[in-house]
């Protein structure tokens, strides 16, 4: 595997169910995150990962649950969605303090959610 | 508010024409600025990253920055069919050295 890997690819969920995205860069980065992207919307930042510590958590609803057990792998746990919830989530990695000074981000292929 | 702002289309031009696609930013502070494309239902391609003022080339595009007027823009030379997708412009503000802001996006349509 090379890059930024997501799965799953696609998801249907109710909204009472538990549920939860993997992501899992191979590119050696020191951080990752998640986005939220809906139709017609700019892509939303909803939590920033650090060496494993969470720097920015952007007002998200805490039926979203982020985790990071290592600088590698970043999960969302979902729980009692709602339909408006339903987009692409994509995870993003970078590495900081690169050669340029700032980061840039490198994205995996997403997951499409529709929860019912 | 920190925004970032394009135009969202779509815009069409023919098949070896150059596109122009434009963005502003709100803080005169920003450091650091990236196009990415994206292709309907696939995720965020980096194409570009640009930091300084004045123009940066790569193959057909050239990205240009003028942080006095606070725009940045991509032009793309020669274009083709296959750069049929959406645009999207990301500004990194001051004080967030990880928080990408984006644009809408531009959706840029070649016709051959």
């Known amino acids: 595997e090379t890059g930024v890997t997501q799965t799953p690819r696609h998801l249907v969920m109710g909204m009472t169910n538990k549920k939860s995205l993997k992501c899992e860069q191979h590119?050696?980065?020191?951080?990752m995150y998640w986005y939220k992207q809906s139709a017609k919307k700019p892509l939303e930042l909803m939590f920033v990962?650090?060496?494993?510590?969470?720097?920015e958590n952007n007002s998200v609803p805490s039926r979203f649950s982020p985790e990071c057990p290592n600088s590698s792998h970043l999960f969302l746990h979902l729980h009692t969605l709602q339909p408006e919830d339903s987009a692409l989530y994509l995870c993003?990695?970078?590495?900081?303090?690169?050669?340029?000074?700032?980061?840039?981000?490198?994205f995996g292929p997403g997951t499409r959610l529709t929860v019912l | 508010q920190k925004e970032v702002e394009q135009n969202s289309g779509p815009l069409s031009v023919p098949e070896g024409a150059i596109a122009s696609l434009n963005c502003t930013y709100s803080d005169r502070g920003s450091q650091s600025f990236f196009w990415y494309r994206q292709y309907s239902g696939k995720s965020p391609e980096l194409i570009m990253s640009?930091?300084?003022?004045g123009d940066k080339e790569d193959g057909r595009f050239t990205a240009q920055l003028n942080k006095a007027s606070q725009y940045v823009s991509l032009l793309i030379r020669d274009s083709q069919p296959s750069d049929s997708a959406t645009y999207l412009c990301?500004?990194?503000?001051?004080?967030?050295?990880?928080?990408?802001?984006f644009g809408s996006g531009t959706q840029l349509t070649v016709l051959p």
């Open positions: 640009i930091y300084s003022n």
């Open positions: 990962y650090n060496f494993k510590e969470q720097t």
């Open positions: 590119l050696g980065h020191n951080a």
């Open positions: 993003a990695s970078s590495q900081s303090g690169g050669t340029s000074g700032w980061d840039t981000q490198y």
């Open positions: 990301a500004v990194t503000f001051s004080g967030s050295a990880r928080q990408l802001t």
